[in-house]
C-alpha cells in the first residue's frame, strides 16, 4: 500500500502524441478490437475476461489494461502487437467499472461490486483498496496534481472524493440523480459531473463540493468529457443518440451533434482525440464507433467493433500485428 500511495502521489506527466489506434472493449463478445485509424479497419479482435467495459492506455501508448466488469480482473496488453501480455487479479475487489492509468504507472479502477478504488501496478505485482463506502461506484476522474480521485456512486448519488498520498476517504458530495460521467477541467479547478436521470450536468467545487453551475443537456447523458484544451464538454446522451456541446466558460450547451438519432443505438462511451479535433462515440448495438469531426459535427467514418463495443481506449502506437 505504502509504495503503491506514494507512486500516485508523486508528480504525474502526460504523453501527447497523434492518434494511431483505437482499443474497444466488446462487453457482450468478452473481447477488445483493436482499431486501426490509419485504415479504419479493425486488425484484430483478442479474447478478454468476462464484460471488458472501460480502457486505459498508458502514458507512453504502449500497453492497455480492460476491466472485466463481470469479474475482478483487469487485462493488460500490448498495443502494437494487439496481443494480451498479463492479468491483473484484483483479489476481493469485485466489479472493475471506471479505470485511469496515471502516469506514475499505477492503474487506478472503481470497483462497484465491493464499493472500492482499487490501485494496481502496471506489472500486476502489487494492489491495495480503499473503500468509498457507497453504492454503484462506477466512474472515476483523476486530479494528477494532487493525487486525488472522484469517484461517481449512482445508487448513493454521491461523489466520493480520496486523497491518495494518504491512502484515506475525504469524504463524499452530494451530486443527486444518479451521477455517472465525471470529469475534472484540465486546471483542476472544476468538477464537472453528468447527472443521467434528471438531463443536466453539475459544475462542482472538487474541494467543497459546492454547486457552482447546472446545465441542461440532452436525455440521460451517460458519459461526460472535457476537451484536451479545457474549452468543451460533451456528453453521450444515450436516449437521443446524441451529443450535448457545451461551452466550458460560459457554461451552457451550445449545439448538438446527431449521431444514431435514438436510444436503439446504444450510444455510450465518448472520448476526445489528444488533439481535440475528433470525438469517438461507441455506438454499443452496432458494434461499432462513431468518429466524428468536433469543428463540424460531422461524421466522418463508422470504425468496426466487436459485439457490445463500449469502452474506448486511444493510442498514438501504430499496430505492427504480426500473429
Request: aromatic share 4%; net charge negative.
Amino acid at each position: 500500500m505504502k509504495t503503491l500511495l506514494s507512486l500516485a502521489a508523486a508528480s504525474l506527466l502526460t504523453t501527447a502524441a497523434s492518434a494511431a489506434t483505437l482499443i474497444v472493449g466488446n462487453k457482450e463478445a468478452n473481447t477488445v478490437s483493436f482499431i486501426d485509424l490509419a485504415s479504419g479497419a479493425e486488425v484484430a479482435e483478442v479474447a478478454t475476461g468476462p464484460m471488458p467495459h472501460e480502457v486505459a492506455v498508458s502514458p507512453d501508448g504502449t500497453r492497455a489494461m480492460v476491466v472485466a466488469y463481470g469479474g475482478n480482473t483487469l487485462d493488460l496488453f500490448d498495443v502494437a502487437k494487439a496481443k494480451k501480455i498479463g492479468t491483473c487479479s484484483l483479489g476481493a475487489n469485485l466489479r472493475p467499472h471506471g479505470i485511469v492509468w496515471t502516469s506514475v504507472n499505477v492503474i487506478l479502477a472503481t470497483t462497484e461490486g465491493s464499493r472500492t478504488l482499487t490501485m494496481v501496478t502496471s506489472d500486476c505485482e502489487d494492489a491495495a483498496a480503499i473503500s468509498t463506502g457507497q453504492a454503484g461506484s462506477h466512474m472515476l476522474a483523476f486530479d494528477e496534481r494532487r493525487a486525488r480521485a472522484y469517484v461517481s456512486n449512482l445508487q448513493d448519488k454521491s461523489v466520493t472524493v480520496i486523497d491518495l498520498a494518504r491512502g484515506e476517504k475525504i469524504g463524499d458530495f452530494d451530486a443527486a440523480e444518479e451521477p455517472e460521467g465525471i470529469a475534472l477541467t484540465p486546471d483542476g479547478k472544476e468538477l464537472w459531473v453528468a447527472n443521467r436521470a434528471s438531463n443536466t450536468v453539475y459544475v462542482l467545487d472538487p474541494d467543497s463540493g459546492d454547486r457552482l453551475a447546472s446545465i441542461d443537456v440532452g436525455r440521460m447523458p451517460i458519459r461526460l468529457a472535457i476537451s484536451p484544451d479545457g474549452k468543451w464538454a460533451v456528453t453521450s446522451d444515450l436516449v437521443d443518440g446524441s451529443v450535448s456541446v457545451i461551452d466550458v466558460a460560459k457554461r451552457e450547451k451550445v449545439r448538438t451533434i446527431k449521431i444514431g438519432g435514438n436510444a436503439d443505438t446504444r450510444q455510450v462511451t465518448l472520448i476526445w482525440s489528444r488533439d481535440g479535433k475528433r470525438l469517438f462515440a461507441a455506438e454499443t448495438a452496432n458494434a461499432r464507433i462513431a468518429e466524428v469531426d468536433f469543428a463540424t459535427g460531422r461524421i466522418v467514418r463508422y470504425l468496426p467493433a466487436g459485439a457490445g463495443s463500449d469502452g474506448i481506449g486511444w493510442s498514438p502506437v501504430s499496430l505492427g500485428v504480426s500473429r
